[in-house]
């Protein structure tokens, strides 16, 4: 996620973004065939918040840096610690200043023989500049990316900690992208990158999810996630199922059903790429991204447990019910 691009579309902005320990879960199990779940597992908060400070401490996750690296190897671990069949894919990507970016995609799968498949993303690499600090002196230090880039990392891996514990027997994946972060306002095209060669590079012969979630800054304090504007347009039903599991889990407070912005961020590759896709989003009416976007106030002091569970219970509602 990065600086905002105004432009009027229906009256929406349409802005640049980018955008543990085991606890025991609810053992309440499946029908005898095994056919039906009863009950949903429960999203540990505490579990993804220490996911989510780990990567923090890791420091900035800024390409071409020993942290990214960190990040990653730690990243492909925790996957494969959970079950998952890892694939790194690894690309050199030329950013819109000249920069060479080491890129590394990490890419986990859940039951690989289900042809059906549901891609979860969340991008891991930060910002290399707190660009939209107030005070100048930040402009040209890179973030901490708290909740951009590592609160949705970390509410991926407590589902995938979830899916180690009780098996929902679906295909579902887990893709955590790089470069996605590294643009400039107004050139939409510079950011995502990571997502763009994932997509136009299938990580497997003849990949192509069934559809595609991304959440992005989903740890923040007041958090709100209207429906975001591409995929109201291009995932309608998909968008009005995972609200609705918002609703069902408990926290629709949270998902108001009502249209929010436009937002260039890692869903709308996949949508160029006539894949359904949607956006789980941080968005205010009046104040656009959360007011730590892209600042030295993205840390861990501002991230919300209570935000971090909203998001993880819609989620494990969707892949469980």
């Not at 910002?127 to 951009?148: E, F, T």
């Not at 643009?183 to 990158?193: I, Q």
């Not at 929010?260 to 896709?277: L, N, Q």
Request: hydrophobic content about 35%; aromatic content about 10%; glycine content about 8%.
């Amino acid at each position: 996620m990065r600086i905002f691009s105004l432009i009027l579309i229906l009256t929406l902005c349409m802005v640049s973004c980018g955008a543990g320990n085991r606890n025991s879960a609810d053992e309440n199990g499946a029908s005898d065939a095994g056919a039906v779940i009863e009950s949903i597992p429960d999203f540990n908060a505490d579990s993804a918040y220490r996911y989510l400070a780990t990567q923090v401490k890791c420091g900035p996750r800024v390409p071409n840096t020993e942290s990214h690296r960190k990040t990653g190897d730690y990243l492909s671990a925790e996957l494969r610690r959970h079950g998952a069949n890892v694939i790194e894919q690894k690309a050199d990507l030329m950013a819109f200043d000249g920069t060479l970016l080491h890129s590394r995609n990490i890419f986990g799968e859940f039951n690989p023989e289900n042809d059906d498949r549901t891609l979860l993303v969340a991008h891991y690499d930060c910002r290399p500049w707190a660009d939209n600090d107030s005070d100048p002196k930040y402009h040209k230090i890179p973030v901490d990316g708290a909740n951009d880039g590592a609160s949705g990392v970390a509410l991926l891996l407590e589902i995938a900690r979830q899916i180690s514990i009780r098996n929902p027997e679906k295909g579902i994946d887990i893709l955590f992208v790089d470069a996605e972060d590294w643009g400039e306002e107004n050139n939409d095209d510079s950011w995502a990158m990571g997502t763009r060669y994932f997509v136009n590079n299938p990580i497997k012969p003849g990949y192509s999810p069934s559809r595609v979630i991304v959440a992005d800054m989903v740890g923040g304090r007041n958090a709100k996630f209207p429906i975001e504007y591409f995929s109201q347009q291009n995932s309608p039903d998909l968008t009005a199922r995972i609200w609705a599991c918002a609703a069902k889990a408990g926290y629709g407070d949270y998902f108001p059903k009502r249209l929010g912005s436009a937002v260039t961020d890692d869903h709308v590759e996949f949508i160029k790429a006539g894949i359904p896709a949607i956006d789980i989003i941080e968005y205010h009416e009046n104040e656009g991204f959360d007011p730590d976007w892209h600042t030295s106030h993205d840390t861990l002091e501002n991230i919300d447990r209570s935000t971090l569970k909203a998001v993880g219970a819609t989620l494990l509602q969707y892949i469980y019910e």
